[in-house]
């Protein structure tokens, strides 16, 4: 059979990462026929139910799984992975400032950085942040691991993708998979861009199929971009499962491509559409079946999708700016 693959999964006990471990142990990331370890970090308080997670593991005596380290340090958690996803962050506490948020984040991505950059599969690497804020905390981590391609490391847009597919199939009673050329642009945050104007549903624009452009500006874009805000007042809690089930996405996209159908990823800015070089930033992106993915060329943004952009933009890079001291040169 296959070689095992080494997965390390952060904030492995988390409400994400509770749900993460079991797909990923099924198979549902890389294929029912490769074998995986899961090397799951946490914080040392969460370390016991870190044990429980992993006897629930045992007890699912799922074939593909071949072992699973538990531990709180980050050299071991990603010794030798092919595949990070970096779950557990620093929540925003009451009275916390946004700065102080990007600073604990700051430190805990910088330390994962380095340990990434001395420990991981450099050349085969795949590096998905989820924890937030997922963009800066995806700059941080790659500018920490100089020996490891800025391309390796991606940022989690694809549950807003998913939100506006499943906002978009039910507008126009359609099958999420008829819908082509949907994309988000930008940060993950309320100033993300859910962009329909080059969607096209079995052959025909998504915008005049709408014919609706108060339903797009004022009902459309808002829900996607406030969607984790309307769970969390619904549920108590925040998005948790389908957080995870776009992680999954994600990562399997970009292991066995996108059979030449656009998804949402944040990926290295190479300076595409003006985004600054060097930013985390969503673009659509199509992944080939080596898994290689490309920022899609050529789109024409009208004026409206133009200033969208550049909200999304400054956000991102004044995020920067709030870490640019943590960030080495
Ligand atoms: P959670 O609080 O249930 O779990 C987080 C886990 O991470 C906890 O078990 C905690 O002990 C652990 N952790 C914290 N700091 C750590 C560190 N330095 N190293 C290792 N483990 C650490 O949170 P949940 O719901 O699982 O969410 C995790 C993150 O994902 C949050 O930052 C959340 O905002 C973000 N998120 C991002 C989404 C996206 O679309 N990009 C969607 C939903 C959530």
């Not at 079995?202 to 014919?211: D, E, F, R």
């Amino acid at each position: 059979g296959k070689k095992p693959l080494r997965v390390a999964i952060t904030g492995a006990s988390g409400q994400i990462g509770y749900q993460l471990c079991f797909r990923i142990a099924s198979g549902e990331m890389l294929g029912k026929d490769q074998p995986v370890i899961l090397q799951c970090l946490e914080l040392p308080q969460a370390l016991n139910a870190l044990k429980g997670v992993s006897m629930e593991l045992d007890d699912c005596a799922f074939p593909l799984l071949k072992g699973i380290v538990q531990t709180d340090d980050p050299n071991k958690a990603f010794e030798g992975a092919d595949y990070a996803l970096l779950v557990g962050a620093r929540p925003r506490s009451k009275g916390m400032e946004r700065g102080d948020l990007l600073k604990a984040n700051a430190e805990i991505f910088s330390v994962q950085g380095k340990a990434l950059n001395n420990h991981a599969n450099r050349d085969t690497l795949r590096v998905l942040v989820v924890g937030n804020p997922a963009n800066t905390n995806a700059l941080i981590a790659a500018r920490n691991a100089p020996n490891i391609d800025p391309k390796r490391f991606s940022a989690m847009t694809r549950l807003d993708h998913n939100r506006g597919l499943a906002q978009l199939a039910e507008k126009l009673k359609c099958s999420v998979t008829d819908i082509e050329k949907f994309a988000i642009w930008g940060n993950h945050s309320a100033t993300q861009y859910p962009d329909v104007t080059q969607t096209v549903v079995k052959g025909k624009s998504a915008k005049t199929l709408i014919n609706d452009e108060k339903w797009i500006k004022e009902n459309f874009i808002p829900t996607v971009q406030q969607r984790g805000a309307a769970i969390i007042a619904a549920r108590g809690l925040s998005s948790a499962a389908s957080a995870a089930s776009a992680a999954i996405d994600h990562m399997r996209d970009w292991t066995f491509g996108t059979n030449g159908q656009w998804t949402s990823m944040a990926v290295y800015s190479d300076g595409s559409y003006g985004a600054d070089k060097g930013l985390y930033f969503s673009f659509p992106v199509i992944v080939d079946k080596n898994g290689k993915y490309e920022i899609v060329q050529n789109i024409k943004l009208d004026q409206f999708s133009q200033e969208r952009f550049d909200v999304t933009r400054k956000e991102l890079l004044s995020e920067k700016d709030g870490v640019a001291s943590l960030l080495p040169n």
